[in-house]
Every structure is written in structure tokens, then in C-alpha cells.
């Protein structure tokens, strides 16, 4: 039940299975994108919504922002479910990182970052809308939402950056040493995108068009994984797909494009 005079949490129970690592892509990515956000902010409030059953992952996005972003930033990690809430107890090092119990309503707070990964994941895609705009609604001033999902060692990954204007951007990410080819991450889209890998899709144009330049590049595999994924976007950029960044975060197994890109038809 929730606490007296706070609203009830918005949402329902995850599996909640986690691992050590495995949001460290993501976490990288938050550092460079949003890290200025956070060094302007009156209070660098960042949540962790749906940490899952244990607090690892809370806890190393807590010590990647102090150390690369602000030292006085604040995590805290939000679990609908009150038996997690209770045993993530013993890891809380507060102010810096503490754990309560919320859902998409975000507790009452007002952060300025709001990491969800692998929540939505797990409801239908009519459901995923309303829970940006809950979400969002709730933001600090130019806060952003970022949404997405990652298999269980974090090798593949996708996620969209979301401010109170909808979807920003689409990034995906991979281990480039373990990647077989970019089709694969076809299974970690976003679930606002999962369903829409299909012909006549932007999304399946988009994967179509990286993987067939992957193959292209495959002469550059022996000078290994990251110069044959470079080769392969600087291809599809020349071909006109609007990739955003530059190539220093492309070598981290990278891609991003602005969301009319891709977004569903």
C-alpha cells in the first residue's frame, strides 16, 4: 500500500531480473548526453525506475555519476513492489542513494534524469504513450526520460531519449566483440519499436540498411570489430540516414538517430 497522503504506485510488478553491468552502455551514454544537464541542475536528482530485484544496478549508475558528472548528485531507486524496496535497504548510502517505493508517478519527485530499462519491456505496446507522459509529467525542467531494454549481460541495447515533447532520439548499442551482425538487435528494441521491424517500417529500413553494410565491411574483420562497425555507419550516414554524434561514440558500438527517423508509420 502506498504511504499515507502520496499517491499510490503507477504501474505493476516487473520480473526484475538484473546483473551486475549489465546497464553500463547505457550508464556511458547518460554520462556524455546528460551529464550537462546534471552540472547545471539545482538538485541532480536522477531516478532508477524498476531497478529490479536487487540494487546492483542502482548502486554502479549512483558511483558512474558522482564520479564522471557531480560528486553531490542523488540516486534513487524506485520498486513498485515493497519487498524489494526493503531489501535494497542495506546498499543506500544516503543522501547519495537511497531506495522507496514508486512507479511511473516517480514518488512525488521532480528529477532532472529518469533511467527505465527493461520495465516497459513487459506491457502492452498501447500502454507505452501513457507511461512517457506519466513520466514526463513529473520531470524537472528540461528532465528526460531515458526508456529502453537490454538482454540479461547488457551486450545488446536500445533506448530512446523522451522529453515532455515525446521520443528525442533512438540509440543502440552493442559488445562489438560478441556481435554477430546488426540484425541482432532486432530483439533489444525499444518496445515502442519491437513490433515494428517489419517491412515498410522505418525501423526495419534502418536495420536492413546497417546490417547489409556490416556485411559489406566484412574484409575490415581482421582488423577487428570496431573498425568494420565504424566503416559500417560512416556508410549508412553516407547514405543518408541523418546518424547523430561522431565517430568517438561510435567506436563504443553506437548509434544514434533522431526518432522521425524511425519512429512507427
Not at 187 to 198: D, T
Not at 211 to 221: F, P, S, T, V, Y
Not at 228 to 248: F, M
Request: glycine share 8%; proline share 8%; charged share 25%.
Amino acid at each position: 500500500m502506498a504511504d499515507r497522503g502520496r499517491q499510490r504506485p503507477v504501474g505493476v510488478v516487473t520480473r526484475g531480473t538484473t546483473n551486475p553491468n549489465r546497464l553500463r552502455r547505457v550508464d556511458n551514454w547518460i554520462v556524455e548526453t546528460c551529464g550537462d544537464r546534471l552540472r547545471v541542475a539545482a538538485d541532480p536528482l536522477v531516478v532508477d525506475l524498476g531497478y529490479g530485484a536487487t540494487p546492483v544496478t542502482a548502486v554502479e549508475l549512483r558511483e558512474r555519476l558522482a564520479a564522471r558528472v557531480r560528486a553531490d548528485v542523488r540516486v534513487v531507486g524506485l520498486e513498485i513492489d515493497p519487498v524489494r524496496v526493503a531489501a535494497a535497504a542495506p546498499a543506500a548510502d544516503p543522501p547519495g542513494l537511497t531506495f522507496a517505493r514508486g512507479g511511473f508517478e516517480l514518488a512525488g519527485l521532480r528529477p532532472t534524469v529518469v533511467r527505465a530499462f527493461n520495465v516497459l519491456r513487459q506491457y502492452d505496446e498501447r500502454e507505452v504513450a501513457d507511461a512517457w507522459r506519466t513520466v514526463t509529467d513529473r520531470l524537472a525542467p528540461d528532465g528526460v526520460l531515458v526508456e529502453g531494454t537490454c538482454d540479461e549481460l547488457g551486450r545488446l541495447a536500445g533506448w530512446l531519449l523522451i522529453d515532455a515533447t515525446g521520443p528525442r532520439t533512438l540509440t543502440l548499442a552493442a559488445k562489438l566483440t560478441t556481435l554477430e551482425g546488426p540484425a541482432q538487435l532486432a530483439e533489444r528494441l525499444p518496445k515502442a519499436l519491437i513490433h515494428h521491424n517489419v517491412p515498410g517500417e522505418r525501423i526495419h529500413a534502418l536495420l536492413r540498411a546497417l546490417d547489409n553494410a556490416w556485411h559489406a565491411a566484412a574484409g575490415l574483420a581482421p582488423f577487428g570489430p570496431r573498425q568494420r562497425w565504424l566503416t559500417a555507419v560512416g556508410t549508412l550516414r553516407s547514405a543518408g540516414w541523418p546518424v547523430l554524434d561522431r565517430p568517438h561514440r561510435w567506436r563504443h558500438g553506437e548509434l544514434t538517430l533522431p526518432w522521425p527517423t524511425i519512429s512507427p508509420t
